[in-house]
């Protein structure tokens, strides 16, 4: 997995197979990584990571012992629930397959959606969501624990949602992304989605031609408002000043509710 984006040294997104690499090196890394296990007698599932630096050389740098966030990327690539095979080794039991079944098909990748402001230095946006629709489609996942009326802590980590998207290669992948963080809608907090979409259609990114210092250099002027969030922030504008001006609601003069005014009504008739 490819997880170069980084922000306060925190993946953005991440993908696979990494755009960059060629088939020799994905192998070397693969077979490293295996031996690395081997070594610590590493029975668990966890991942092994590495740096490259700009001549294609590898560096090993930890085992993280644990599942990462970034996980569903290789299940979708590989078929495979990598949580149920967490626990059939935490209860004892061998793995149902062999490394030779492991077969990954297709380009797959995943954007973790923050409650925080992306142009303000990713500041925390605790809230309620007035709105969450969530992408759908085949080849789309959403892992959230979000919902309509749902408080969102200003404690604990931000993140809020993981889209996870897969297709039959990166180009495709890509178009699949973009289509599906336009689909996903929330309000009531503030989210990086607009940061993702931009990041799609940043031509580094969209050619596989990024690395770890690609957000230190990509500048992001301003927070883009699309057409449909912007006319729900008017609707929802419109409707706070109706109940705050209590306009559309008929108000009766108090001297017509009067029992004279009532009377003289009544006489006239």
Not at 52 to 70: L, M, S, V
């Amino acid at each position: 997995r490819e997880g170069s984006l980084l922000r306060h040294n925190q993946r953005l997104n991440a993908e696979s197979p990494a755009p960059f690499l060629s088939a020799s090196q994905r192998q070397a890394l693969w077979s490293t990584a295996m031996e690395i296990a081997r070594l610590f007698q590493f029975e668990n599932v966890g991942s092994v990571e590495f740096l490259i630096d700009g001549a294609g050389k590898f560096y090993f740098t930890e085992i993280k012992a644990r599942i990462q966030i970034e996980h569903p990327v290789s299940e979708m690539l590989a078929d495979l629930d990598i949580v149920e095979q967490q626990i059939r080794i935490a209860a004892g039991e061998r793995l149902a397959m062999s490394q030779d079944n492991i077969h990954l098909v297709g380009h797959a990748m995943v954007f973790r959606i923050n409650a925080e402001d992306p142009w303000n230095d990713y500041l925390p946006s605790p809230g309620r969501l007035v709105r969450f629709r969530l992408p759908q489609g085949p080849g789309v996942r959403v892992d959230t624990y979000g919902y309509v009326g749902c408080q969102i802590p200003i404690r604990y980590d931000s993140l809020l949602a993981k889209v996870v998207v897969w297709d039959d290669n990166r180009e495709k992948c890509l178009n699949r992304a973009y289509r599906a963080l336009q689909e996903f809608r929330v309000i009531g907090v503030q989210t990086n989605l607009p940061l993702h979409l931009r990041v799609l259609a940043e031509g580094n990114f969209a050619g596989g031609t990024y690395d770890t210092s690609f957000m230190q250099r990509f500048h992001f002027a301003s927070a883009p408002v699309d057409k449909e969030t912007e006319r729900d922030m008017v609707a929802m504008v419109a409707v706070a000043f109706v109940l705050r001006n209590r306009l559309g609601k008929a108000i009766v003069p108090e001297r017509l509710l009067s029992g004279w005014h009532r009377a003289s009504r009544e006489l006239s008739a």
